[in-house]
């Protein structure tokens, strides 16, 4: 089994890495465990300094030289303000990347597993998203995203796309941001008008390992259960650090920022439900979790 990992280097491919590098991992993952052992695959991680996916030819002639049987996309343009000035490379990253890996996966007859995110929602709704809500993206980050989520879909037959959002793992993110300043303020003042799922990079790709094992294809939220703000999942990790910082709520009118974050989007994860693939934890299981590893 050949599994090619785009965007190593980032959060989601340090962790997918990790894990396919595991035994004791694998084995943990599905009702029956992996289908592959660590020596049935070969595993190669691909970062930009090593092939740019918007640039086709040289995708093309990276993976027809590798033969993956899949494909997993964890290379994104994730900088949201920033995708609203610098569009050009919101798209090429975040679009015309994907589109690649599809266009050449089709041809080798690879599977694509490709990450998409909450943002392809407006985040007006006061009830979750599932796969079937309508889409309505108000980011240029959120437009160039639901643009690869078709592009895969037009392009490569065998895909999985997984919709997941507050992600965190190894890596800069919300949590090691938080315990910083913790250990630097006495208090912190942080959004608690939008709501969503914090999402660990371990439960996420514990998920993908399963469902891409399968021929159940299309579209998948891949969040953990339940639902949280900015503020209460702050309050959360201070508490679990044992830090005594106070944190403040504050209004997302307090913080301005070029691109409109979503106030609602929690994703429903129906159809790995109707699948019958495994659930995710809860949140506050796999903050806990990911707060043990960092003590």
Request: charged fraction near 20%.
């Amino acid at each position: 089994m050949n599994i090619v990992i785009t965007g190593s280097n980032g959060q989601l491919g340090k962790e997918m890495l990790r894990q396919l590098s595991s035994d004791e991992a694998l084995q943990a993952i599905g009702k029956e465990g992996f289908l592959w052992t660590p020596e049935e695959m070969f595993v190669t991680g691909v970062d930009i300094d090593d092939v740019d996916i918007s640039d086709l030819s040289a995708i093309s002639k990276f993976l027809e030289s590798v033969k993956p049987d899949i494909i997993v996309n964890c290379a994104a343009f994730t900088a949201v303000d920033q995708c609203e000035t610098d569009k050009d490379t919101a798209y090429r990253v975040n679009t015309l990347g994907p589109r690649n890996l599809a266009l050449a996966a089709d041809i080798l007859g690879a599977k694509l597993v490709h990450i998409s995110t909450d943002y392809v929602f407006d985040g007006d709704s006061n009830t979750h998203y599932n796969e079937f809500s309508v889409t309505n993206p108000r980011t240029v980050y959120g437009i160039s995203k639901f643009a690869s989520e078709q592009m895969v879909q037009q392009f490569c037959r065998k895909h999985f796309i997984f919709r997941t959002a507050w992600l965190y793992g190894d890596g800069n993110n919300f949590v090691k941001t938080m315990i910083k300043l913790g250990s630097e303020r006495s208090e912190v003042r942080v959004v608690d008008d939008q709501h969503g799922t914090p999402t660990s990079t371990r439960a996420l790709t514990s998920c993908i390992l399963e469902v891409m094992q399968s021929e159940a294809f299309g579209v998948y939220h891949a969040t953990c259960e339940g639902e949280t703000s900015w503020h209460a999942f702050t309050e959360e990790i201070m508490k679990l650090m044992n830090m005594s910082t106070k944190v403040i709520p504050v209004t997302t009118a307090e913080f301005p920022r070029p691109a409109p974050r979503p106030k609602y989007s929690v994703l429903d994860n129906m159809m790995l439900r109707l699948n019958g693939f495994s659930p995710f934890p809860s949140w506050q299981e796999e903050l806990a979790k990911y707060i043990r590893t960092m003590k």
